[in-house]
Structure formats: C-alpha cells, structure tokens
C-alpha cells in the first residue's frame, strides 16, 4: 500500500475555487491509480474522480464534471484535484485514494485500498 496525505480543504465562498493535494509516500505512487472521493454529514461516500497511474484517463462523477479537475504530478509523487465555481453542495470531507486495480475507472470506493485522512471543504453560500 501507498501513504496518503490530502491538505488544501478550508472554507470558502459559492463561486471561489480550491485545489486539494495528495502527497502519496511509501511505494511507487506512479504505479498507482488514483481517486478522490467525498462524504457530506449523514450522506455515503460519493465518487468524485479518478486518474489513470500514467495521468492519460480520468473519469469525474457527474455532480462536479465541467468543474473539477484531477491531476497528478508523479515526479513529486503528488495528486489533485482542482475545484471551481464550487457550491455550497460541495461542502464535505474530501478524501484521496489510490489502487493497481484496473476497476479503478468504476469510481467505487471498495477498489482502493490506500486512503488518506481526509480534508474537509467547506462551501459558504
């Protein structure tokens, strides 16, 4: 397994933007696929999106498709993914994942086996 660690969260306004890291050390991050997924108080996990280890394929959920954008960066070993025009639905706990499995496109979170800790996000209107 892969470490993960997710920073950038914070509170912002309707509208502002955001862009989350996921410093990955451990093992070779750039043989890893990797996700971000979500969790808002009392509602389940939500994939958010994933990104092929080579950074060629990503796939977004449709509730932040046009807005966000995943990236990574495997000579620093880091992943994120860029919010904007972001909405006060966004509001939740962010969570970076990663996986060798090739079901990684699927966006299901029992895919992955290495998660971060999480950082929360927090969309004012």
């Known amino acids: 397994q892969v470490q993960l660690v997710e920073s950038g969260g914070g509170l912002v ?3 502002d933007s955001l862009r989350l890291s996921c410093a990955a050390s451990g093992r070779t991050f750039s043989t890893y696929h990797m996700g971000w997924f979500r ?3 009392g509602k389940e996990r939500e994939f958010v999106a994933v990104i092929h280890w080579s950074g060629t394929r990503t796939y977004y959920g449709d509730s932040v498709k046009g807005r966000f954008t995943i990236s990574r960066d495997n000579a620093k070993n880091t992943g994120y993914l860029q919010m904007n025009s972001l909405k006060p639905e966004d509001t939740a706990v962010y969570y970076c994942a990663a996986t060798t499995s090739a079901r ?5 979170g029992v895919d992955f086996d290495s998660w ?3 950082t929360q996000v927090t969309v004012s209107s």
């Open 116 to 118: 971060g800790q999480g």
């Open 104 to 108: 990684y496109l699927y966006g299901r």
């Open 39 to 41: 969790q808002a108080p």
């Open 13 to 15: 306004q309707a509208g």
